[in-house]
């Protein structure tokens, strides 16, 4: 059994900072691509960073210069530093990854979500 679990999220003000944490446990063998998405009331879920194994990132626009994930391949763990946070940024903040298990399988893991939420 493969589970993922974020941690991390708050409450914070504009400019402030967070980082989340997400760490994948179980019976592992391999994590390709994880990531960050986000999804925000009355909108769909979008892509805010990802990492794969080699530790090459790819970012979306909107959190360029702020945002920085990294990993942790020894500890199965990814984590989210954002900095000069904003209003638009507070959504529920989801990770994910891209599993083998010691069964052989493959297959996409989601958490159960972080809530961030940026307001003075």
């Known amino acids: 059994q493969v589970q993922v679990v974020e941690s991390g999220g708050g409450l914070v003000q504009p400019g402030g900072s967070l980082r989340l944490s997400c760490a994948a446990s179980?019976?592992?063998?391999?994590?390709?691509?994880m990531g960050w998405y986000r999804q925000a009331p009355g909108k769909q879920r979008e892509l805010v960073a990802a990492i794969t194994n080699g530790g090459s990132t790819n970012y979306a626009d909107s959190v360029k210069g702020r945002f920085t994930i990294s990993r942790d391949n020894a500890k199965h763990t990814v984590y989210l530093q954002m900095n000069s946070l904003k209003p638009e940024d507070t959504a529920l903040y989801y990770c994910?990854?891209?599993?083998?298990?010691?069964?052989?399988?493959?297959?996409?893991?989601w958490g159960q979500g972080t809530q961030v939420t940026v307001s003075s």
């Open positions: 994910n990854g891209d599993i083998v298990s010691v069964y052989w399988t493959r297959n996409r893991y």
């Open positions: 179980g019976s592992i063998v391999n994590i390709y691509d």
